[in-house]
Structures are given as structure tokens and as C-alpha cells.
């Protein structure tokens, strides 16, 4: 046997994104079954038949599933569906298909992207109207599809009465109601309702369902919640390149994320920790909390040069350079050792330099998801 250490210093804790966890163990185990003999290739394997089983389960009878590699790749092949090819889709400014997918929705999808500002991350009918209109207007780009992130991308959550009345609304006005679900078990588990409550019993017609930020290795899955609305998924996912040849591997991990309570326990994990995290960092002068901790984010505001110094013991990214705003994500191997030792470094960076005012930071990064 091969004998492999790690490459990098596993000590290192990082607060950037739930995408710098590792895999849970539990899925390793369930991908380390799933790797025994041989299974049908492109999706005819008896995982993904188990995994439509499982996600019935959550969200009906009447849902489609189809396993893709990427949330980027799930999002704008569940749009394109939705839409003809003059169709165009209103979605928040800070909507991850707006801000950070690298043009992929209008150059891989072809959709224009309407977008409104929405400073908690949240849309709502009202807001909606600012660009649900001109149909019929063959100088404009049909408005024929929202999309809502939940959680949101400001760490917000969409209430199950909130979700009904924009899909209410989308329908009323022929259009159809897309949701990027990435930190889905992140809603769920903060609300404390069902996936389901959610997404098909509050009239949701497509959904990105998320598997990487929640723990595992790779993988999204598209839930097809509505089929007549979104019909020709089965080619536009070969199209988009998001057909995996050993869809097993994928399927194995929906299976062992969503079968039982995985995903509702990390999820919970997650979220516990980030109100860990913004309980200790809103004693300390200098930290100006700046958005609510309804799931696993934390958004603040630091004193110049501050996070800089911290960045080289805990990685995290700039939300928005301007104005030295910063985000802190939790995940579910976030220990509260972790969150204690970051709340310290915080305190004794801001210590060390009592006075400075807040302001932009130099930027280290963008955040990507």
C-alpha cells in the first residue's frame, strides 16, 4: 500500500468558505462502498436509482433528479430549462449566479440576468416588479423566470411563507420560480422545517440542491420539482458537460447525505457555530456586525489593516472591498476551539492597534461561494 501524507499543514483552520472542509467521514466510507465492482455507467447504476427514492422521500413523487458535478453547473442548466431562448431571469445583485459564476448563466446559458438590489440578499414580490415586466415587447429580454438563493448569499433565510408568496406571485405573472439551494440544510435546519417545506410544498418549480458545502467530496444534483417546466433536462445536461460517466460516486453521497439526518446534523453544526463565532466577536470594539446570523455566515466590519494581519493564521475573504466588509463562513467540522481561537485573534489583532478607523482592507481575495 501506498503510503500518503498530507501535503498541506492539516492544523490550519480557515473561516473563507464551507468549501475548504474536507469530506465527511461518512461519505468517504460511502464512496469507499461504492467503489467495489462495476456499475452501469452514465446514471443507470443502482445509486442514482436509490438516490430518486431518497429524494422523493423529501420532495414528492412528482420530482426528477439529475446528479451534475458543480453548483455553477447545476444553476445554469436548471435555468436553461426553465427558458426559451429569449428568456431572461431576475435574480438579486448579490445572487451567486449574478456575482460569481464568470458570466456562465448568459454565456453558457444564453439568459440575460435581470438584477435587483436587495441589501439582505432577499427578494420579494414588490421587488420583483422592478423588473417582472415588458412582456410582449420583442426589444426586451422576457422576464420568464426568478431565481432565489437560500440561504442566501448574506447568510438570510427566506421564511416558508416568504418562499410561497414569490412563487404565488412568479406564477401569476407566468413566470417560474428557481431556487440555488447550495446551503439548503443550512434553511432547513435554522427554520427548523422540512427540505420539502421548502422547495415543493411552497411551489418551487426547479432547484439546485447543494452536497459540497454540506460535506461532501463533489456534487450537485438538479430536483427537477415541476417536470412540465422545466422539460429536456436529460440532454442539456450532457450538453452543459455535467453528465458524469461513474454518476455512482455522486449518487453515493446524496444517498448517505440526505437518506437519514447527515445533512441535518452538520448542517446544525455549521449554523451553532456561527452564532458561536458572532456571540464572541460582537464584545469586542472594532467589530461591527453588519448583516443577521441566521445560518452558518457571519458578515462584519474590521478596523483597517486588521484583517489583513489575520489572514496569515485564518484564511477568509473581503465581501465587499469598499467598504472593509468581511465574511466569516462555518462549517461542519468547525469545532468550537476553532471559533474560540479565531474570536482571540481577532480581539488581540484589533488590540494591537487600537484607534485605526474601520475602512477597506487590501484585498486578499473575492469570495467564490
Known amino acids: 500500500m501506498t503510503n500518503i501524507s498530507p501535503l498541506h499543514d492539516i492544523s490550519i483552520r480557515a473561516f473563507a468558505s464551507d468549501n475548504y472542509s474536507g469530506v465527511h467521514p461518512e461519505i468517504l466510507d460511502a ?16 445509486y442514482t436509482a436509490k438516490l430518486r427514492e431518497v429524494l422523493t422521500s423529501h420532495f414528492g413523487p412528482q420530482m426528477r433528479a439529475f446528479p451534475v458535478f458543480n453548483g455553477t453547473g447545476a444553476n445554469v442548466t436548471a435555468l436553461q430549462s426553465l427558458l426559451p431562448r429569449w428568456g ?39 421587488l420583483i416588479d422592478q ?56 434553511a432547513a435546519a435554522a427554520l427548523g422545517v422540512t427540505l420539502g417545506a421548502m422547495t415543493s410544498g411552497a411551489g418551487v418549480d426547479i432547484l439546485s440542491l447543494g452536497g459540497t458545502k ?63 463565532l458572532r456571540a464572541a466577536v460582537e464584545k469586542i470594539d472594532g467589530v461591527e456586525l453588519t ?5 452558518n455566515a457571519v458578515f462584519a466590519k474590521l478596523p483597517a489593516g486588521v484583517a489583513d494581519r489575520l489572514r496569515s493564521s485564518f484564511r477568509f475573504y473581503d465581501w465587499d472591498q469598499a467598504t472593509g466588509e468581511v465574511r466569516w463562513m462555518c462549517t461542519f467540522d468547525t469545532s468550537e476551539a476553532d471559533v474560540d481561537a479565531f474570536a482571540e485573534a481577532i480581539a488581540r489583532e484589533i488590540a494591537a492597534d487600537p ?15
Open 31 to 46: 464512496l469507499t462502498a461504492a467503489n467495489q465492482g462495476h456499475q452501469v455507467a452514465y446514471g443507470e447504476d443502482v
Open 88 to 126: 431572461a431571469v431576475i435574480c438579486a445583485s448579490t445572487a451567486h449566479i449574478n456575482v460569481d459564476e464568470n458570466g456562465a448563466p448568459e454565456r453558457i446559458g444564453g439568459m440575460k440576468l435581470l438584477q435587483i438590489p436587495a441589501p439582505d440578499g432577499k427578494l420579494t414580490p414588490a
Open 131 to 186: 423588473e417582472a415586466w415588458g412582456w410582449g415587447d420583442e426589444h426586451r429580454a422576457q422576464p420568464l423566470a426568478v431565481s432565489i438563493t437560500q440561504s442566501t448569499e448574506l447568510g438570510t433565510l427566506y421564511t416558508v411563507e416568504e418562499i410561497t408568496a414569490i412563487a404565488e406571485h412568479c406564477h401569476k405573472h407566468g413566470m417560474t420560480l428557481h431556487m440555488d439551494g447550495a446551503r439548503l440544510g443550512n
Open 214 to 276: 454540506n460535506g461532501m467530496m463533489y456534487g450537485e444534483c438538479i430536483v427537477s420539482l415541476n417536470p412540465e417546466a422545466s422539460p429536456g433536462l436529460d440532454y442539456l445536461r450532457k450538453m452543459n458537460m455535467q453528465l458524469a460517466s461513474k454518476m455512482r460516486f455522486v449518487s453515493a453521497q446524496f444517498i448517505t447525505l440526505y437518506e437519514g439526518d447527515l445533512w441535518l446534523r452538520s448542517a446544525s453544526h455549521a449554523n451553532a457555530m456561527a452564532q458561536r
Open 291 to 295: 448583516q443577521a446570523t441566521e445560518s
Open 355 to 369: 484607534g485605526t478607523p474601520a475602512g477597506p482592507q487590501d484585498p486578499e481575495a473575492l469570495p467564490i461561494s
